[in-house]
C-alpha cells in the first residue's frame, strides 16, 4: 500500500478511510495534500476490494481550505491553474467515482474544505463541527465546486447568503438546509460512520454507483431524459449478481449477500 505524508490510509472492512494529516493547521490543503489525495481517491476506485469510502480529517478540523500560508512570498499563483491542476481533479473524481463516499465531518469545514464535504455522497456531522463559505473573507468566489453543491442543496437564494455573507453554518442549521444527512454527538461520530460505511459497503455497491450516476444526471435534465437514462442503467443493474442474489434472497426469505459484482 502506498506512503503518504499528509494523510492516513487504511481498508477496514471493505471501506477505505481517508484521514487528511496536517492537524496543525486544520488539515489546510497544500500542493502536497492535494496530490495525495488524488493518488488516494485513485487507489480506492481501482481497489475492488474497496466498496465505500470515508473521508474525514486529523485532530480537532475536517479540512480549513487552502493553506495560505504556504505560498506567502512567492510572486503571484494563477489560481485558475491551481483550480484546474489540484482541486477539480479530486471533485470530478469523487462525483464520478462509482462507489459511495462519506464525508465524516469532525471540525470546521472551510473554503476547499467545505467543498470537499459537500462532494461526498452522504455527510455525518459532530455537533462541535460547522462549515463556512469563507472564500468572500478574502475576496475570493467559492470554489472546487461550491457554487454547484449549495445550489442544488439548499436552493438559489440560500447559496446566495451562503457564499455572499461567509457566516459559519452551525451542524444543526447544516442539517435543517440539506447540506449534510446527520447531527451527531462528537463522541458518538465514529461509531455512526462505521456503522453507515459497513451498511454501504455491504449493499450492492454496483446499483448504488448507478444511481449516483443518475442523480448528478438527474440536477440539470429534463424528466423525458431521466426517464431514458434511468431504463439504461436499470438494464444494466439486471444484469448483475448482486440483482440475481437479492432476488433469491428475498424468494429464500433471507438476508442477501451482496458483493458488488
Known amino acids: 500500500m502506498a506512503d503518504y505524508s499528509t494523510l492516513l490510509y487504511e481498508i477496514k472492512d471493505n471501506t477505505a478511510w481517508i484521514t487528511l494529516n496536517r492537524p496543525d493547521v486544520l488539515n489546510a490543503f497544500n500542493d502536497q495534500l492535494t496530490t495525495d489525495l488524488q493518488n488516494a481517491l485513485k487507489s480506492a476506485e481501482k481497489d475492488d476490494t474497496v466498496r465505500c469510502l470515508v473521508i474525514t480529517g486529523a485532530g480537532r478540523g475536517f479540512c480549513s481550505g487552502q493553506d495560505l500560508k504556504s505560498h506567502s512570498g512567492e510572486e503571484r499563483r494563477s489560481l485558475k491553474e491551481s483550480l484546474v491542476r489540484r482541486y477539480n481533479p479530486i471533485i470530478k473524481r469523487m462525483r464520478n467515482m462509482d462507489k459511495p463516499i462519506v464525508g465524516m465531518i469532525n471540525g470546521v469545514a472551510a473554503g476547499a474544505g467545505c467543498s470537499l ?50 457566516d459559519k453554518i452551525e451542524a444543526q442549521h447544516a442539517l435543517d438546509l440539506g447540506l449534510i444527512n446527520k447531527v451527531v454527538p462528537d463522541d458518538a461520530l465514529k461509531q455512526e460512520t462505521e456503522t453507515l460505511a459497513n451498511r454501504l459497503a455491504a449493499s450492492p455497491t454496483k446499483a448504488i454507483g448507478l444511481i449516483k450516476r443518475a442523480l448528478n444526471k438527474a440536477v440539470y435534465s429534463d424528466l423525458e431524459t431521466i426517464l431514458e437514462y434511468e431504463s439504461y442503467i436499470q438494464e444494466i443493474a439486471s444484469l448483475t449478481e448482486d440483482h440475481q442474489e437479492g432476488v433469491k434472497a428475498f424468494i429464500e426469505k433471507r438476508k442477501p449477500d451482496f458483493k458488488g459484482k
Open 117 to 166: 464535504a459537500l462532494a461526498c455522497d452522504m455527510r455525518i456531522m459532530a455537533e462541535s463541527a460547522g462549515l463556512i463559505e469563507v472564500f468572500i473573507r478574502i475576496g475570493l468566489v467559492p470554489d472546487s465546486g461550491s457554487h454547484w453543491f449549495l445550489a442544488r442543496y439548499a436552493g438559489l437564494a440560500k447559496a446566495f447568503e451562503l457564499a455572499a455573507l461567509g
